[in-house]
């Protein structure tokens, strides 16, 4: 069935790249997006990507994807202690006709001053 | 900016007990959808609901769960006999159809069952 997998848990320093990473198994995903719940919050959506496309870059947001090893990651460069979050990766499966999402189990970015 | 509002924030009640859980989608919306989160657990799709009927739902939303927009704006999920392991935080969700399905989503409702 369709699957979606990140790792649970990132640290970095405020000033570093921050690099997550997703895998997913539905090979006819259209669309995979990147989510981003702060604590309280409601799922927001950062970016997304067709899957015809390699790269999306969006200020300091960067996906990459690659479609043979069904592989997403989101890159934040210069991680401000504001991205603390948790950033969770979804797909929508090509077998939907209503674009639900189906979501990995979120990673939780954690940036040190 | 608009945004999806859910309430209550937080529900307990007792096993067996029925629950309405009442989301207000932003208003041009188009595609409403229920998602649940069990504690440690993924987020999991319910069902997708589109021009006044379900359109799409899951195995988990069985003869338990339903749906309505009973108003033209509010969208409930109504659980008739709740259970323990349906314990879990309840996300509402709108989108306006675009071609990449941007979803908005609502801040949750914790269920608790006891």
């Known amino acids: 069935g369709e699957d979606v997998e990140q790792s649970l848990f990132l640290s970095v320093r405020e000033g570093d790249s921050s690099v997550i990473n997703c895998t997913y198994t539905?090979?006819?995903?259209?669309?995979l997006y990147w989510y981003k719940q702060e604590p309280g919050a409601g799922l927001q959506l950062l970016t997304y990507?067709?899957?015809?496309?390699d790269m999306k870059q969006d200020q300091r947001l960067t996906v990459l994807l690659n479609k043979k090893d069904k592989h997403l990651s989101l890159r934040i460069a210069d991680t401000q202690t504001g991205d603390s979050a948790i950033y969770f990766c979804?797909?929508?499966?090509?077998?939907?006709?209503?674009?639900?999402?189906?979501f990995g189990q979120g990673t939780t970015l954690q940036v040190k001053p | 900016e608009p945004e999806v509002t859910q309430t209550p924030s937080h529900q307990v009640t007792q096993m067996g007990q029925e629950v309405i859980l009442r989301c207000v989608p932003i208003s041009n919306h188009l595609y409403f959808y229920w998602y649940r989160q069990i504690l440690g657990q993924k987020v999991e799709f319910l069902v997708s609901?589109?021009?006044?009927?379900?359109?799409?739902k899951s195995e988990i939303f069985d003869d338990q769960f339903s749906v309505e927009r009973p108003d033209g704006s509010n969208f409930t999920l109504k659980i008739r006999s709740t259970k323990l392991e349906d314990s879990a935080m309840y996300f509402c969700?709108?989108?306006?159809?675009?071609?990449?399905?941007?979803?908005?989503f609502g801040p949750g409702t914790r269920l608790t069952v006891l």
């Open positions: 539905d090979s006819s995903s259209t669309y």
């Open positions: 969700a709108s989108s306006p159809g675009t071609a990449y399905n941007e979803q908005f």
């Open positions: 979804a797909d929508t499966p090509g077998s939907s006709n209503t674009g639900k999402l189906i």
């Open positions: 609901f589109y021009n006044n009927e379900i359109s799409e």
């Open positions: 990507i067709f899957s015809n496309m």
